[in-house]
């Protein structure tokens, strides 16, 4: 640090303190004693308390003196449980706080006018939304005491909605207004709400505020008319929507959904087929389409809404949602045996930009309905060969498990060892069959899939003693999981990574001038180098590699 700066008087060095933020200051303020009395307060805060014995201590410290530290703060993280002893805080009934540590949490928030992110456990005070609303520059929102991460408007989060019996009535504040109170919010998590299912669109004389702030869009069991939302928020980049139906629900999708479509998208992701169906006459393109479940739910298979073509119908509405977004990078999850070589051609078709497919393979749930998996699985290179991709991914789901119950013709529960055991050895037959067309299916996938540059096995089950009996519960220790860590920009894709696998190989494609394909087998963090490359490059990127291939 020059002499001649310390030299300055007062105002001028306060001048110059005031053009420091963050590290600048941090180091400018450790340069001698009086520049740290000067600069220290320009550092940004970040506060995290786990163990509610701590709170207090934290809080005489960030609030004694004449400059209190709190005034800095822009990272709260209280992990602290605020319930008081034996309440549950998932029965809304029975929750309540703990007065003397949410005083304590309330008087940090309320004297921290810079805080822009706040983490603590959920809690149910009419006084926190309060003080919430004076913080201008607050941004996100974490609950970290449910079973799901939630960034929401507290006045929106209502666990008492999560059965389906129960509609609760529109507040008498309209929902659209209470999130415009946080104009710089960009994030935001609406779980367990629905209202009449009567949007508010259709409400005369309202006109709904927009949210050019929000980037991110996750509704967890919502009703469907809460998707009207992402159509006010312009800058959308992902919209993750999980909504809660009703029995007759499926009916909505042959419904009219008056208003704009969404702006184009980064990611769109859908629980299942279902909110995807209604809301294809929403959507706009998308970089990203991840839909977790294509076939319909179990309990709606029975519905006389489906008929008898539901097979059809389901491959129908798929093509359309791709068609309509037009994905760079999809992420779809395939029944075997469901998908034809002829659904396969459509979807391409259908994407003619598609790139980047990371395909999970389901099968069925008892084995004899996988007596003609083997057939399917051989066949996946032809029916992947029509797609222009250059990265595939094959995620390989667990064989099914063999209950003993199943075939018990006894009220005691006593079973035919011999119907049992042909069953075992049923599923050993279809295990060993499936690895053997997974080992030939890379150099078999490069030679159908002329562009392809990168291909990938994963395998929930490589299990050379599978015989249909149950398994063994595994601990994650022994998973090669992806994306365990907490980073922000993949706190999305939990619900799709959330399968464990047991093995996951890498070959990147090597073509010469004459067509000879080798394959080069990668460690593991060249491929999830190739992974984090995939789900943060864009169009550009991805064609000029396309490019270099051809």
Same mark, same amino acid.
Request: hydrophobic share 40%.
């Given at each position: 640090?020059?002499?001649?700066?310390?030299?300055?008087?007062?105002? +001028?060095?306060?001048?110059?303190?005031?053009?420091?933020?963050?590290?600048?200051?941090?180091?400018?303020?450790?340069?001698?004693?009086?520049?740290?009395?000067?600069?220290? @307060?320009?550092?940004?805060?970040?506060?995290?308390?786990?163990?509610?014995? #701590?709170?207090?201590?934290? @809080?005489?410290?960030?609030?004694?003196?004449?400059?209190?530290?709190?005034?800095?703060?822009?990272?709260?993280?209280?992990?602290?449980?605020?319930?008081?002893?034996?309440?549950?805080?998932?029965?809304?009934? +029975?929750?309540?706080?703990?007065?003397?540590?949410?005083?304590?949490?309330?008087?940090?928030?309320?004297?921290?006018?810079?805080?822009?992110?706040?983490?603590?456990?959920? +809690?149910?005070?009419?006084?926190?939304?309060?003080?919430?609303?004076?913080?201008?520059?607050?941004?996100?929102?974490?609950?970290?005491?449910?079973?799901?991460?939630?960034?929401?408007?507290?006045?929106?989060?209502?666990?008492?909605?999560?059965?389906?019996? #129960?509609?609760?009535?529109?507040?008498?504040?309209?929902?659209?207004?209470?999130?415009?109170?946080?104009?710089?919010?960009?994030?935001?998590?609406?779980?367990?709400?629905?209202?009449?299912?009567?949007?508010?669109?259709?409400?005369?004389?309202?006109?709904?505020?927009?949210?050019?702030?929000? #980037?991110?869009?996750?509704?967890?069991?919502?009703?469907?008319?809460?998707?009207?939302?992402?159509?006010?928020?312009?800058?959308?980049?992902?919209?993750?929507?999980?909504?809660?139906?009703?029995?007759?629900?499926?009916?909505?999708?042959?419904?009219?959904?008056?208003?704009?479509?969404?702006?184009?998208?980064?990611?769109?992701?859908?629980?299942?087929?279902?909110?995807?169906?209604?809301?294809?006459?929403?959507?706009?393109?998308?970089?990203?389409?991840?839909?977790?479940?294509?076939?319909?739910?179990?309990?709606?298979?029975?519905?006389? @809404?489906?008929?008898?073509?539901?097979?059809?119908?389901?491959?129908?509405?798929?093509?359309?949602?791709?068609?309509?977004?037009?994905?760079?990078?999809?992420?779809?999850?395939?029944?075997?045996?469901?998908?034809?070589?002829?659904?396969?051609?459509?979807?391409?078709?259908?994407?003619?930009?598609?790139?980047?497919?990371?395909?999970?393979?389901?099968?069925?749930?008892?084995?004899?309905?996988?007596?003609?998996?083997?057939?399917?699985?051989?066949?996946?290179?032809?029916?992947?060969?029509?797609?222009?991709?250059?990265?595939?991914?094959?995620?390989?789901?667990?064989?099914?498990?063999?209950?003993?119950?199943?075939?018990?013709?006894?009220?005691?529960?006593?079973?035919?060892?011999?119907?049992?055991?042909?069953?075992?050895?049923?599923?050993?037959?279809?295990?060993?069959?499936?690895?053997?067309?997974?080992?030939?299916?890379?150099?078999?996938?490069?030679?159908?899939?002329?562009?392809?540059?990168?291909?990938?096995?994963?395998?929930?089950?490589?299990?050379?003693?599978?015989?249909?009996?149950?398994?063994?519960?595994?601990?994650?220790?022994?998973?090669?999981?992806? @994306?365990?860590?907490?980073?922000?920009?993949?706190?999305?894709?939990?619900?799709?990574?959330?399968?464990?696998?047991?093995?996951?190989?890498?070959?990147?494609?090597?073509?010469?001038?004459?067509?000879?394909?080798?394959?080069?087998?990668?460690?593991?963090?060249?491929?999830?180098?190739?992974?984090?490359?995939?789900?943060?490059?864009?169009?550009?990127?991805?064609?000029?590699?396309?490019?270099?291939?051809?």
């Amino acid at each position: 640090m020059p002499l001649h700066l310390l030299d300055l008087n007062e105002d +001028v060095l306060n001048h110059v303190v005031d053009k420091l933020y963050g590290g600048n200051a941090l180091r400018f303020s450790l340069a001698s004693k009086r520049t740290y009395e000067v600069a220290i @307060h320009r550092v940004a805060a970040v506060v995290k308390c786990r163990r509610s014995d #701590r709170l207090a201590l934290i @809080h005489r410290v960030l609030l004694n003196g004449p400059r209190p530290r709190a005034h800095h703060i822009e990272d709260l993280v209280i992990h602290a449980p605020i319930f008081l002893q034996g309440e549950a805080p998932y029965l809304p009934q +029975v929750r309540d706080s703990n007065p003397d540590m949410l005083s304590l949490i309330l008087d940090l928030i309320s004297n921290a006018p810079k805080l822009r992110r706040l983490t603590l456990c959920e +809690v149910d005070a009419p006084q926190m939304e309060t003080v919430l609303l004076g913080l201008r520059n607050l941004n996100r929102i974490e609950f970290a005491g449910s079973t799901r991460w939630n960034l929401t408007v507290l006045s929106l989060h209502n666990y008492a909605t999560a059965l389906p019996s #129960r509609v609760t009535a529109p507040p008498e504040e309209l929902w659209p207004d209470t999130i415009a109170a946080f104009p710089q919010l960009h994030t935001l998590d609406i779980a367990d709400f629905r209202t009449d299912d009567k949007s508010f669109r259709d409400i005369d004389g309202y006109t709904p505020p927009t949210f050019p702030a929000l #980037r991110k869009l996750f509704l967890f069991r919502c009703s469907s008319d809460v998707l009207d939302l992402a159509c006010l928020s312009p800058y959308l980049h992902t919209l993750d929507a999980d909504l809660a139906w009703g029995q007759f629900d499926l009916m909505l999708r042959v419904a009219s959904r008056p208003g704009p479509r969404l702006s184009p998208l980064r990611s769109v992701l859908f629980s299942s087929i279902l909110p995807a169906l209604y809301a294809t006459e929403l959507m706009n393109t998308a970089y990203h389409l991840r839909i977790t479940r294509t076939t319909l739910e179990d309990n709606l298979l029975s519905t006389h @809404h489906l008929g008898v073509h539901l097979r059809e119908r389901q491959a129908a509405a798929l093509v359309e949602i791709v068609r309509t977004v037009s994905p760079v990078r999809a992420q779809l999850a395939a029944v075997i045996g469901d998908q034809s070589t002829e659904f396969w051609q459509r979807t391409s078709l259908a994407a003619p930009r598609m790139k980047v497919l990371e395909l999970r393979l389901v099968f069925p749930s008892t084995l004899d309905s996988n007596r003609e998996s083997p057939s399917w699985l051989d066949n996946i290179p032809a029916m992947l060969a029509s797609l222009p991709l250059i990265g595939l991914r094959l995620h390989f789901g667990k064989m099914p498990e063999l209950s003993k119950l199943q075939y018990s013709n006894d009220p005691l529960y006593e079973y035919d060892d011999a119907v049992y055991d042909a069953q075992k050895k049923l599923a050993r037959e279809l295990y060993s069959t499936r690895v053997q067309i997974m080992k030939s299916l890379p150099r078999r996938l490069t030679n159908a899939i002329h562009g392809l540059r990168v291909v990938a096995i994963a395998d929930e089950e490589p299990d050379a003693d599978y015989d249909g009996t149950p398994h063994v519960p595994r601990p994650l220790s022994e998973s090669v999981g992806d @994306h365990l860590d907490d980073s922000d920009e993949y706190e999305y894709q939990a619900s799709w990574y959330a399968h464990f696998v047991r093995s996951l190989e890498w070959w990147r494609v090597m073509r010469n001038e004459e067509e000879t394909v080798r394959l080069e087998a990668l460690t593991w963090d060249q491929g999830t180098r190739v992974q984090r490359f995939f789900e943060d490059s864009d169009v550009t990127g991805l064609e000029r590699i396309d490019g270099e291939s051809s």
